[in-house]
Each structure stands twice: as C-alpha cells, then as structure tokens.
C-alpha cells in the first residue's frame, strides 16, 4: 500500500531514519503542513538535546583570493571583478581579540585557497591563538590540502574543519567544478580530517544549479553515513559575476526543511543557520533555529574586508550577520525562546572522527 505523506512523515519522526524513495518523496512533495510537522519535531529534538542555546561562532574572512574556479562562487580566480585582500597575522589576531571581548569562545578562520597562506604562515598564528586564548575552539575552512598539513594545523592547536562536499554525485560534482577538482578528492579530504581527529563539518547547496531531488536524497544519506560533527546547509545565491548568474535562488523553504530533516536523522549534530539563508530573508533564519539549527556565525572581519568576500551577491555580512552586534541578536532571538550561548560548544555526535566514508 502506497502511504500517505503525513504517515510517511510520522513513521520518519518516530523511527528516526527513513529509505532513498521516501526521502525523495518527502523532499519533492513536502508541503507546508509537512513542513510544520517536521519542523517542529526537529525543534523538539534540538531542545532535548542543546536546550534553548544557540552557538555562536566568530567567523574571519582572511582572504578573498582562491585557486579554484567552482563555477558559483564569486570568489573564482577567472572572476577579474573580484576585490581581493588579505589580512596579516597581526589583523586576524586583533579580530581575535575584539571577539573575545565579545565573549566568542570559536574564531572560524575562513578563507578561498591561497597557497600565501602556507603551514608555516598558518602553525605560529594557530599556536599563539591557542596560547592567548585556551579556552576558544578554532575552526579552519581553508579547503583541500594535503593530509599532511592538515595533522601539522590540527598539532599546532586546531579543533575543528568545515568542507562542504557540495554534492556527493559526480556527474553533478563536475557541473560545479572544473575538471581538475574531483569530487574523489574531496571526500578523500573529509576522510583525512577525520582520522587526524578533527571535528568535521560538511554540506552542500541548496537549489545548486542542475540539482535533483535525488541528488539532495544521496547527499542528506551521505551524510547520515558520514556522520560529521557539524553540518552547513545554505541555498545557493547566484552570483553577478559568474557563469551561473542568471540562474534562481535556492528555495529557503526547501533549506530549512532539509535542516529538520538533517535534526532528525542525527539529533546530536551542530546545525548552523546559515548566512546565506539570512540573505534570502531573516525570517527564514529564524524559521531554521526553531526547526533544529543550533548555530549562528558572526562576521567578525574588519568592516573593509567584509564587503569584498563576496561569494553571493548581496551577502549579509552586518547587522544581527556581526559579531560586534552580539547583544541586537540577542534581542531579536529572545522571542523565539533562543538565548545565545558563548561556549566552545563542541558537537555532541560521538565517534565523529570515526566511520569516515
Ligand atoms: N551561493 C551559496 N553558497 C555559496 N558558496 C559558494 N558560492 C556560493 C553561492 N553562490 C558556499 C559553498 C562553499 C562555501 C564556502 O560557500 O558551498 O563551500
């Protein structure tokens, strides 16, 4: 017997997984009681699990240069247009520093892959922000490197790595890429960071250009079987300066759905609600931190750098999106029934650095 969407939404909430076919039909089908539902119990799960905390994360831009070419970012080398910058150790620390005051206990060191940034720029600014500031997590997002890098920056005092896989089919991995990146690469590279110990964070696109349901199926299960400790879902923004610029937006309804879908399957992961979702509508941030997203990540970069990151047009990068701006977020949050949280706030997944894929 065929079953309904709403039993099939029952039986994923009660059994907490759920097969290929359901999961597609779900994500095709689901309409905005499906999506009530399912939020809800995912907010439910997300309470039992992290109470009404949210973490927050002080997230530094340091350059705005990037090797690759990924056809949607606006960061792409062949994007003449783009402003690039870097910051010295001396402005990323001072951005450290302005953000613990602020009471951030995660600095987020994010940035396009710029071999200027080799392990001997990276180990004595890694090693003397763990120095200064021993109760902070960091989290580098720095892309592919060599595993040997990787467990250098993990020993001189890093915690945590984020790696979207972006799409975990290749046929559409290469619709997004050029032909020198793999997605075997990356998921070699998720691998890597995992058994060094690392803290993982993966994710993808929401509404990527070529994107199918099925698609957003296989890397939702990828990521089940992944089992990262951290997980980064955003709808894809089409970018003025790129090939994909005429393309839509990913939907923020579809986006947040994902997010309590994610809940549900892995109740104990950290779910940012992400900047990009923020762009599209601030409500639907909101939406996303009552239907199981536990995280939100300032912008801390100095004023002048966060206008030239520009991965998607119009990105949000002040207001409630800086970290300067703490206590207006605060504010915005509290009828939500969320307070921020300043804690390290590592993942409660276990064996995250286990079952690499
Ligand atoms: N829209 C939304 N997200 C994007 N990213 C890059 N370009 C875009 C875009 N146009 C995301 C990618 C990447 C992360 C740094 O930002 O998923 O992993």
């Not at 992400?274 to 931190?289: C, F, G, P, V």
Request: neutral net charge; glycine residues 8%.
């Amino acid at each position: 017997m065929i079953s309904t969407l709403d039993s099939l939404a029952d039986k994923f909430i009660s059994e907490s997984a759920i097969d290929r076919v359901a999961l597609i039909r779900l994500l095709s089908e689901a309409d905005s009681i499906i999506l009530q539902k399912l939020a809800k119990a995912a907010g439910e799960i997300k309470l039992r699990e992290y109470g009404s905390g949210i973490f927050v994360r002080g997230l530094i831009e340091f350059t705005s240069y990037c090797k690759n070419d990924c056809i949607y970012c606006g960061l792409r080398r062949s994007n003449t247009k783009a402003e690039r910058y870097r910051l010295s150790s001396e402005e990323i620390l001072k951005c450290c520093e302005l953000a613990h005051e602020k009471g951030f206990k995660t600095f987020v060191l994010q940035g396009g892959e710029d071999g200027f940034y080799s392990d001997s720029f990276l180990i004595p600014l890694i090693s003397a922000l763990k120095e200064k500031y021993p109760d902070t997590a960091i989290t580098l997002s720095l892309g592919e490197r060599p595993k040997d890098s990787y467990k250098r920056l993990f020993d001189a005092g890093a915690d945590r790595y984020l790696l979207r896989h972006e799409t975990i089919d290749s046929s559409h991995y290469a619709k997004l890429h050029p032909s020198e990146m793999t997605l075997a690469s990356r998921v070699k590279a998720l691998q890597n960071l995992k058994e060094i110990g690392y803290q993982v964070g993966t994710g993808f696109m929401v509404g990527s250009p070529y994107q199918t349901f099925e698609n957003l199926a296989d890397d939702i299960l990828f990521i089940k079987d992944f089992k990262p400790a951290m997980i980064g879902i955003g709808p894809f923004i089409p970018h003025k300066d790129t090939p994909f610029k005429d393309f839509p937006s990913g939907s923020p309804e579809l986006t947040v759905l994902i997010i309590a879908i994610l809940r549900i399957l892995l109740p104990k992961v950290l779910l940012p609600a992400t900047t990009a979702l923020n762009t599209l509508a601030s409500s639907w941030r909101d939406k996303a931190l009552i239907s199981g997203a536990n995280v939100l990540m300032p912008n801390i970069s100095p004023f002048e750098a966060r206008k030239k990151y520009s991965i998607y047009n119009d990105k949000v990068a002040t207001g409630e999106e800086g970290g300067e701006n703490l206590e207006l977020l605060a504010k915005h949050l509290k009828p939500f029934g969320c307070v921020i949280d300043t804690g390290r706030g590592d993942s409660l997944m276990e064996n995250y650095n286990q079952g690499a894929p």
